[in-house]
């Protein structure tokens, strides 16, 4: 949810391929979420065969409520490497964005 949450209207495909994992497994993740009221499927705009992800609110409100948890993981995991560490990670993932934003 929290790709989702960034991304926008993404398709389920778009979440498979940017976590790199097996469509019918994010297929059954989305399900979840869908039942609990978290996200909706709803048909794209342009091509009614397309089905885009929208977060609810509920699913928005979801996403808040664990926001500083996720900081607050991202800061332990990061003050596990030194600064020198922490520099070069950065430029990695710095890297890494780059490389996917040009895909």
Do not use: W, Y
Not at 54 to 76: C, D, F, K, N, W
């Amino acid at each position: 949810m929290c790709i989702k949450a960034q991304m926008g209207m993404a398709r389920a495909a778009d979440v498979a391929e940017i976590m790199n994992l097996a469509p019918r497994t994010v297929t059954e993740a989305l399900d979840g979420l869908e039942r609990e009221g978290l996200i909706q499927r709803v048909p794209d705009k342009e091509d009614r065969r397309v089905k885009r992800l929208a977060i609810t609110p509920a699913g928005e409100a979801a996403v808040a409520v664990t926001e500083p948890l996720r900081v607050e993981l991202g800061a332990r995991l990061l003050n596990a490497l030194t600064p020198s560490d922490r520099r070069h990670f950065h430029a990695a993932l710095q890297k890494l964005l780059q490389g996917l934003a040009d895909a």
